[in-house]
């Protein structure tokens, strides 16, 4: 389980996505459309889905990337809580 130490940025990519991307396709829009180290170890990448009712979220653990989902049960987002006020955010 991914447990970032010390201070974390969190990076929002405004626009809504295919929520099929895995690891590797969301690492690519970090690096060419937000214009970020998808490597940085203290940065997570949210990203939404597009009927906003999902996000995933993105960032490096040691030795590879962690991806935890809303649609993942050991997930402790939820999903009310958080969607609701992003959602003003990515539309606008």
Partial sequence: MMRPAGEVKVYLHREPIDMRKGRNGLAALVREGMQQDPFAPEALYVFVGRRYDALKILGWDRNGFC??????????????????????????
């Fill in 67 to 92: 991806k935890p989902s809303t649609q993942d049960p050991r997930c402790s987002l939820r999903t009310e809580t958080t969607l609701l006020p992003m959602a003003s955010l990515v539309r606008s």
